[in-house]
C-alpha cells in the first residue's frame, strides 16, 4: 500500500509533511539504474551503514558521510589511515560505530580489486542480471523480498573478496536502491 505525499503523489514511501527529503530520494534516486562506481560504492557504503537502523537515519546523514569520506573517492578511502578512521568515531555527522566506519577503508580495497579485474565494479555488479533490471509489482512492503538468489550470489563474493556489511538482505536494498531490482509497490506513481 502506497502512502500519500503531502503533494498528492502516491509513493512506497516518504513525501509526507517533515519527510519531503525522503520522498525526493524516492522520486529521484531509488530504484533508478546507477552505472557510475563512485555512486555505486557510495550506495554500498550507505547501505551498509543502515544495518540495524533505518535508511531514513542514513539519509539524513548522506552529506556528512559523503564530508568523511572524501566525497567516497574510493582510492582516497581505501588508503584512509587507522588514526583517520578512529577519529571519525567523534563526527556525530555519520554513525559512529567503529566497525562500520572501519568497514569503509576494507570495502574500499575490495572494490577497487574488482575495478581491476573486471575494468568497473559496474560491469561485474550488472553483469549479474544480464543489465536489465529486475522488476517486481508487490502490492505491500510485507510482499516485497528482502533478498533473492541473486543478493546471495552477490553477498557470498562480496564476503569472500574481504567486504564486510554486505549480507544477502543489505545486498538487496542495495540492489533496489541502485535499481537492479526495481521494486516499486503497485499504485506507486513510480511503478
Known sequence: MTVVGSDGKHRCFGGQAGKEFYGDYH???????????????????????????????????????RRAFHGFDIGRCATMGDDELEALREDAGIIRNRLKIFSVRKNAMAFLEIQREYGSFDAWLWNHLDGSPAVNRPSHFSDMASTSPISDIISKTLKKRGMSFV?????????????MADDHLAGCWKA
Open 167 to 179: 549480507g544477502s538482505t543489505i545486498i538487496y536494498a542495495y540492489m533496489q536502491a541502485i535499481g
Open 27 to 65: 522520486d529521484h534516486e531509488w530504484g533508478v539504474p546507477v552505472h557510475d562506481d563512485r555512486l555505486l560504492f557510495e550506495n554500498l557504503i550507505l547501505e551498509g551503514a543502515q544495518a540495524g537502523l533505518s535508511w531514513e537515519t542514513v539519509l539524513r546523514k548522506r552529506e556528512g558521510y
